[in-house]
């Protein structure tokens, strides 16, 4: 890191038809009151205006770099963003997000010895910028969080828009898991987590903004069954080195039922095909733990009489039972 600053900053951010809020969130880059070494967006292939905004931007910003691949996902950009860095720090923002003009300058500071990544509050904006009704989320976890994210999920508030990590931390952890189109934050917080502390700014220093193609609005679309799967394989490796808290696996297995009763509430007929197929997919997953899950369809069906049974008398639908 030759001719870097020790508490330098460098900055991924993963676009793909980004055009209408691209700029947005690259003049809350540049307006950093504690400037970026260098801001590394990676193009993804988009096919709309962002290859022109980009351009624009690299006219009027020396410190902006392009880099255009194919597409692959948004952990391959991340990650060939990451490849591209060369500050002690970097920081992740989603093309669609915003920060406020000291996020650098309040997070940095926060990294005393022995935190290896620091992330904030935020807040929610629709797509024109405004706030939405759920407008401050405040983070709780500080210390050592992996048993709580394990147990708890992704509770790094703000997620990957929020969160500064050290580099040689993040070498350390491997980056994001490219196999995964759910939950690769989650994954990479949780690698990060146990090899250090992690520490917060309670402002909300970034605006997460939600729109019919955010990150929140394509993951509630997504069939929960995907979402379960990809979740069992990134708590695979924590099963296999004996360290799920047991909490964890009581949980997966009301997820899995409740998941199987949301399809049969939805579609009764198919639904209950879908159930009886979903053991199937469990005992021939690659992941350990979700073969471990339910010893057979037996022990998988017999929670669904009292289940059923029991959101008939509250009186809501199955899904939320």
């Given at each position: 890191m030759t001719g870097v600053e020790p508490s330098s900053v460098d900055v991924v951010i993963p676009v793909r038809d980004g055009a209408r809020y691209l700029p947005d969130c690259l003049?809350?880059?540049?307006?950093?009151?504690?400037?970026?070494?260098?801001?590394?967006?990676?193009?993804?292939?988009s096919t709309d205006a962002t290859p022109d905004i980009l351009a624009d931007y690299q006219r009027r910003w020396p410190a902006l770099e392009v880099v255009r691949t194919e597409k692959r996902g948004l952990p391959h950009a991340r990650n060939t963003g990451i490849a591209?860095?060369?500050?002690?720090?970097?920081?992740?923002?989603?093309?669609?997000?915003?920060?406020?003009?000291?996020?650098l300058e309040r997070q940095l500071p926060v990294f005393a010895a022995g935190i290896g990544f620091v992330y904030c509050g935020y807040r929610l904006i629709n797509q024109d910028g405004r706030p939405g009704s759920r407008?401050?989320?405040a983070p709780t976890l500080r210390g050592h969080v992996l048993a709580a994210l394990l147990t708890g999920g992704n509770l790094i508030s703000g997620s990957g828009s929020s969160v500064v990590v050290r580099a040689p931390l993040l070498e350390r952890a491997g980056g994001f898991d490219e196999s995964l189109s759910f939950a690769e934050d989650w994954d990479l917080w949780l690698r990060l987590s146990e090899l250090s502390e992690v520490d917060f700014v309670p402002e909300p220093?970034?605006?997460?903004?939600?729109?019919e193609e955010s990150m929140q609005h394509r993951n509630a679309r997504h069939k929960l069954k995907l979402q379960m799967l990809q979740r069992l394989r990134v708590l695979d490796r924590w099963y296999l080195q004996d360290r799920l808290p047991p909490a964890v696996r009581a949980q997966i297995r009301r997820d899995l039922v409740s998941v199987a009763i949301n399809e049969i509430r939805q579609e009764p007929l198919g639904g209950w095909f879908h159930a009886w197929q979903l053991v199937a997919e469990l005992k021939e997953c690659e992941s350990s733990f979700a073969r471990s899950l339910f010893s057979d369809r037996a022990d998988f069906f017999r929670e669904f009489p009292p289940r059923i049974a029991s959101a008939v008398r509250r009186g809501?639908?199955?899904?939320?039972s």
């Amino acid at each position: 890191m030759t001719g870097v600053e020790p508490s330098s900053v460098d900055v991924v951010i993963p676009v793909r038809d980004g055009a209408r809020y691209l700029p947005d969130c690259l003049d809350s880059v540049m307006a950093q009151t504690r400037p970026a070494h260098i801001a590394v967006v990676v193009d993804d292939g988009s096919t709309d205006a962002t290859p022109d905004i980009l351009a624009d931007y690299q006219r009027r910003w020396p410190a902006l770099e392009v880099v255009r691949t194919e597409k692959r996902g948004l952990p391959h950009a991340r990650n060939t963003g990451i490849a591209r860095c060369r500050a002690p720090f970097i920081a992740f923002l989603d093309s669609d997000d915003v920060w406020a003009a000291n996020k650098l300058e309040r997070q940095l500071p926060v990294f005393a010895a022995g935190i290896g990544f620091v992330y904030c509050g935020y807040r929610l904006i629709n797509q024109d910028g405004r706030p939405g009704s759920r407008n401050v989320i405040a983070p709780t976890l500080r210390g050592h969080v992996l048993a709580a994210l394990l147990t708890g999920g992704n509770l790094i508030s703000g997620s990957g828009s929020s969160v500064v990590v050290r580099a040689p931390l993040l070498e350390r952890a491997g980056g994001f898991d490219e196999s995964l189109s759910f939950a690769e934050d989650w994954d990479l917080w949780l690698r990060l987590s146990e090899l250090s502390e992690v520490d917060f700014v309670p402002e909300p220093l970034v605006a997460i903004r939600l729109h019919e193609e955010s990150m929140q609005h394509r993951n509630a679309r997504h069939k929960l069954k995907l979402q379960m799967l990809q979740r069992l394989r990134v708590l695979d490796r924590w099963y296999l080195q004996d360290r799920l808290p047991p909490a964890v696996r009581a949980q997966i297995r009301r997820d899995l039922v409740s998941v199987a009763i949301n399809e049969i509430r939805q579609e009764p007929l198919g639904g209950w095909f879908h159930a009886w197929q979903l053991v199937a997919e469990l005992k021939e997953c690659e992941s350990s733990f979700a073969r471990s899950l339910f010893s057979d369809r037996a022990d998988f069906f017999r929670e669904f009489p009292p289940r059923i049974a029991s959101a008939v008398r509250r009186g809501i639908g199955w899904s939320h039972s």
